[in-house]
């Protein structure tokens, strides 16, 4: 491809975001990977490394072209941080919300942020007389049945957002890349690291013993395990490595075979659930917490990641006697939330603990220390908790990750059996990393007792570029019309923006399918006995259920809701769930 022709140096007059927002080169990089593909494509991009500002660049050449934006995110908190963000970037347009008690119409704006469950109700699409562009943020969580409503087909550029595209179904492969064409960029936290986007961490494995009868349920529960394990490796086509593909395929099998393959699959995730919840919830860890307090004191802010509300508020029992301590849950007000977080930026908290809420979706305060007492099987939720700590440090700052495991378990990162992906994602990253015994707490403190690098390295920025340099003008001319246009708009000029005379951008290709990276997707087994799927429950003419659970003095009963006939009285819910009611009424 012949590179474009610049005419002269001129102001092209269009307002740019990044005039005023200076953007990583993997930004731009990134950028022009999705002009390649025509503007529809999934970015993967690691926790802290920048994807709003990218998925800004893209909001700024929308907007140049005179195009609608809609951007959907996960909950309220990012609709309004997302909000906030955009009246400061793009001054110049109508910016709306609809979600939280916000009913814009997508008519009256030019850029509108919705959350997902009211995008899927309302559809807010351009209109027959406009074009326009959807930004889904944290992408990978489209996949139900009533979120992916929100994927709305009249929008025809489209670009998906998310550290890292795995979910436990098919949704990935059925529903989101069939959307968004493919995955069009992927930037990890090697690479990131190595631009000096994010801090490279020293880690830190602590290993506490299991009581006896906590040893005692694992082993029984491991036994189960081994069973279940045994019989899903002898199907044809299950991957017996890594251990996440094979976990996503022993989940894949519990949601669709209805025949012994599905049982063996649901067999597992029970037995690993029940062995999961005796090592979350491991005496020691609580116990290890307290050993950890001059470090969390010493550090420039520690975030505490469990698994679950009850490990939180152990955690939170153990360390408020010795530290500054708050947690944050599902439940927590918005209010009470926003002031947490504004003790912790100023300094007032030593350390926030949460159940997965910190993981994704909230705008965390700057933190160099991370303690998780529950590692997550799930490697896009360490990706996220990884994130919140390797956020780009100043000098003095270093990033630190504690991991509290039980011996000899799953979460052992010694083990050789069932190991954790993650943990070679940490390895390949971390700056040191070493396992320390309950005994070893003054090696253990020595080893946290670490401001970083000497030299932070300066992040891999683009631009300014500079008109009246030969050099500059030659990266534009020599770049494909996907760069030249992605270096042209969506990086700052020291002065006037040259002008390209014959820069054609690729258009989605009608024929050929555009260049996607290939999606890091697991080989599932073929579904023997296809599982019978429950019909939804009949409904009266009315909208009511034909039958009510009701609770009395004695304990459950099922009501008609036709006639008023009851079941017997159950002592328990489940009991009355699965009763009938005997009635000659029409409607039960």
Partial sequence: MNGPTVVSPTDAGEPSFFDRFRPYRWQVDAMAAWLRVGRRGVVEAVTGSGKTDMAFAAVADARRRGLFVCVIVPSRV??????????????EDRIGRLGDHHLDLAENVDILITTRHSAASRKP???????????ADECHGYGGKVLRKSLMTEYDERLGLTATLE?????????????????????????????????????AFVAVPLTDKERSEYTRTERALVEARTALKKIDGMPSEPFGAFLAAVQHLAQNDGGPNGKAANDYLDAF????????????????????????????????????????????????PVVSIEIITGETPRTDRE???????????????APRVLDEGIDVPDANLGIVVSASRTRRQMIQRMGRILRRKQAGAGAKFV?????????????????????????????????????ELD?????????????????????????ASDDDIARVVNADDAMAYA???????????????????????????PEYLPPEMPDLPLIETEKKRKEPPKRLSTGEAPVMLEKTREGFVLRCTGCGTTSKTMRFRWEATDATVECDCRAA
């Fill in 403 to 439: 991991i509290v495991f039980a011996a000899d378990t799953l979460e052992d990162p010694r083990s050789a059996v069932d190991r954790d992906g993650f943990v070679e994602e940490i390895e390949e990253i971390a700056a040191a990393m070493s396992v320390f015994g309950t005994d």
């Fill in 487 to 513: 270096l042209l708009f969506s990086v700052p000029w020291t002065g006037d923006r040259p002008v390209i005379a014959d820069i054609e951008l690729p258009e989605r290709p009608e024929s050929a399918e």
């Fill in 78 to 91: 990012l609709l309004e941080q997302w909000y906030q963000r955009m009246m400061i970037a793009f001054p």
């Fill in 167 to 203: 979910r436990s179904d098919d949704a990935v492969e059925e529903v989101i890349l069939p959307y968004f064409g493919g995955i069009c960029f992927r930037y990890g936290f090697v690479d990131a690291i190595a631009d000096g986007v994010c801090a490279q961490p020293r880690v």
């Fill in 125 to 135: 699409v351009p209109g027959e007389d406009r074009e326009g562009l959807l930004i």
């Fill in 339 to 353: 002031r947490i977080l504004t003790e912790f930026r100023a300094g007032g908290l030593d350390a926030v603990a």
């Fill in 443 to 467: 090696r253990l403190t020595g080893f946290l007792d670490w401001s970083g690098p000497e030299v932070v390295a300066a992040p891999m920025h683009e631009g300014p570029l500079d008109p």
């Fill in 273 to 320: 659930a029940l062995r999961r919840d005796i090592v979350a919830d491991s005496e020691a860890k609580f116990e290890t917490l307290t050993k950890l307090a001059p470090s969390i004191r010493a550090a420039d802010g520690s975030l505490l990641f469990t698994e679950t509300v009850r490990a939180s508020n152990h955690a939170i029992n153990r360390l408020d």
